[in-house]
Structure formats: C-alpha cells, structure tokens
C-alpha cells in the first residue's frame, strides 16, 4: 500500500512539473534581440534561417498570448538559434566575397608583373 | 488486495525515470543527427579558436537531449534540445569559417602590397634599363622654363579623342616624372589639363580635369605620394596656339606638368 502510495506520488510530482512553466519574456526578448541583429547585418526573408526565426517567433508570442509557456519557450529558443544562424551565415558569405575580390585583384596584379 | 494494485504503479514509476528503451526512431534520429554534426566540427583549430562557447553550448544541449531520452514522455525535449544542439554546432561552424576567411583576407592584402610594390619597382627598372632615364634628358628635352617654373608638356597623342584614360604609350614619359620625383624628394608638382576650343567648354573642362587626374593617378601607382601631386583642369582656356588650325588644336590639347623648385614651392595656380 505504501509503495502504490508513492508511485502515484511520485507521478503527480512528474506531471505537475510540465504545467508550471513560467511565462518566457525573457527569452522572446532574446529572440527579438538576434532577429535584430540578424537584420542589421543585411539578412533578409529570402534567407530560409530568416524566415524560420520569424515564423517561430510569431508562433512563440501566439503561444505565449494563449497561455502555452512551455511551447513559447521551445519555440523562442529555436527562433533566437536559427537568428543567429542567419547572420553568421551572411557575415560569412560577406568575408568570402571579400576573399574572392582579393584573389581576383592579386590574380590581376601577377599578371601585369608578369606581363612587363 | 493492496498489494497487487501497487505493482503496477510502481512499474510505472519506474518506466518513467528510467528506460532508453522508450526512445522512438525520430528522437533517435535527431540525436544521431546532432551527433554527427558536433562531431564533424569539434576538432577544427578554427572552430575551437573562434568559437568555443558555441561548442560547449552545442555539447551541453547534446547531453540534456540525451538525457531527456531516457525519460518517457519527453519527446518533445528531445527533439528541441537536439534542434538546439544542431543549431549551435552550425554556428561555431559559420564561425570557424569567418576565421580562416579573415586569416586568409590579411594574408592577401599583404600579397597585394607585395606585389604592388614589386610592380612599381618593376616599371622603373624596366626603365632604366631601356635606358630610357636620364634626368637632364627630361629637364633638357621634355621641359621649358616659363614664368611659372619647369614646365613638362605631354602631348595629345598620349589621350585617345575625348578619352581621359591615358594610352599604354604615355607609361614610359610618366615613369620618368616619377623617377624623377623619387630623385628629388622636396619637389611637388601641379598637373594641370588643356584642351582646344571644339565642343562644349563644360565638357571640355571635365575632360582636361579627368586627364589630369589619369597622370595623378599613375604617378600614385608608381609610388609617388598623393600629396606631393595638384590637380588643376583649365578647359579651353590658356591656349598656346591658334584654335583655326588642325596643328594649333593639337598642341592646345595637352597636360602640362608644374614642377616646383628645389625646396617644393610651386606656382600659383592660374
């Protein structure tokens, strides 16, 4: 009796844990922040990560308005990540056009040498 | 009575703490996936160097992935920390890109003063070879004192028509001006345009600035300072010849090179 008394116990504690999530502001502050930022380095809708984060980030406040905290914060979190994914891949698309314009100018300049 | 109740609850308890068995083949597959990705990247010097916060984050949401699977009814869990994981992992990659990417961009803007260098020195060499310097040569031949100092024409068969670019064939007379400004450090010069007085004189004075600007701009490929070099472009003004003939026009059409003296006091400009 004692152990069945326990174990329903113990599923209650379980259970209740996955409905007292708190309201996640915080992190649909920080997924804000990296949509941002993603943006103010030139990411645009056009990039999938971009999109992804936007979309997630809608569904996040939705969820939030509706009382579903849990599902708020997985999707807020994700948002923030695929922002953030977003700009890097842009600053890295920026430093290898950088590199490519470099080659090319490098290129040009041994063949004026070689040319003399 | 009791008794048999509680077995099964606790089987339950049990089945709820513990049990990789529980595991579906999505979550699985998502763990592998995240798995995988941390894998291929975590052993890169540039994605340690740039970004070993990214890494341990993606290690962290890898493990609390993992743990969540062992519990029942955590899919959702494990899912989103293996989503995080993987996202986290692509960061530190983007960012170990950007690094070599930088490394590589210093690397070859100094190639490119290398060589830039090189193909000044180059030029002049050549120069010098073909015996082409001499420096009372361009003071002698090539020059006139006048009222304004020493004065340098380059003619107008050094510019196609209309055009500011200057002719490959104009390379050899401006080598030697700037040899000459190598030789003579306090020196500074004016290089101002001319043309003749066929078409619109606005035109006219935006041509005889950009081939002024054309003989600027070799000089500072050749290793002249900027700042020791004026810009001046006067159109259709100050003609040194008859505008009515084929002859007079062509020698109206020039850029004209103002050296300073010995101490680099130039002339005023006109």
Request: glycine residues 6%.
């Amino acid at each position: 009796m004692n152990s069945a008394r326990f174990s329903v116990a113990l599923l209650f504690v379980f259970l209740a844990g996955c409905a007292s999530d708190p309201a996640p502001h915080e992190q649909l502050r920080l997924s804000e922040v990296a949509l941002a930022q993603a943006r103010a380095v030139g990411a645009g809708e056009e990039q999938a990560e971009l999109a992804l984060a936007q979309g997630k980030y809608e569904q996040a406040r939705a969820a939030l308005a509706a009382g579903r905290h849990k599902e708020a914060r997985l999707l807020a979190e994700q948002a923030e990540l695929d922002a953030q994914l977003a700009e890097a891949q842009l600053l890295t698309q920026k430093s290898n056009k950088q590199v490519a314009e470099l080659e090319q100018q490098v290129g040009a300049l041994r063949q004026q040498l070689e040319a003399l | 009575m009791s008794g048999r109740h509680a077995f099964p609850f606790a089987l339950l308890a049990l089945a709820l703490l513990g049990g990789c068995a529980t595991t579906s083949p999505e979550a699985r597959r998502a763990l592998d996936e995240a798995q995988a990705e941390l894998l291929a990247i975590r052993t890169e010097p540039a994605v340690r160097l740039s970004a070993a916060k990214d890494l341990e984050r993606a290690e962290e949401s890898l493990e609390r992935a993992e743990r969540f699977s062992s519990y029942l009814g955590s899919e959702e869990d494990v899912l989103h920390y293996a989503y995080l994981s993987r996202r986290y992992s692509q960061i530190a990659r983007e960012h170990g890109a950007q690094r070599q990417a930088a490394e590589r961009v210093a690397q070859l803007e100094k190639e490119r003063e290398r060589l830039q260098l090189a193909l000044s020195e180059a030029r002049l060499i050549t120069a010098e070879q073909q015996g082409e310097w001499l420096e009372e040569q361009l003071l002698g031949q090539a020059t006139t004192e006048t009222e304004r100092g020493l004065v340098m024409t380059l003619g107008d068969v050094l510019f196609d028509t209309g055009r500011a670019e200057l002719r490959a064939s104009a390379t050899r007379t401006v080598l030697q001006v700037a040899k000459f400004l190598r030789l003579n450090q306090r020196r500074v010069v004016r290089i101002e345009g001319y043309t003749d007085s066929q078409g619109d004189a606005a035109l006219n004075l935006e041509l005889s600035r950009g081939r002024a600007r054309s003989v600027r701009d070799m000089l500072v490929d050749l290793g002249v300072d900027g700042k020791r070099i004026q810009v001046a472009g006067y159109g259709e003004a100050h003609p040194v010849a008859e505008n009515a003939s084929n002859q007079g026009r062509a020698r109206n059409r020039r850029v004209e090179i103002v050296f300073s003296d010995e101490e680099g006091t130039l002339g005023a400009e006109r």
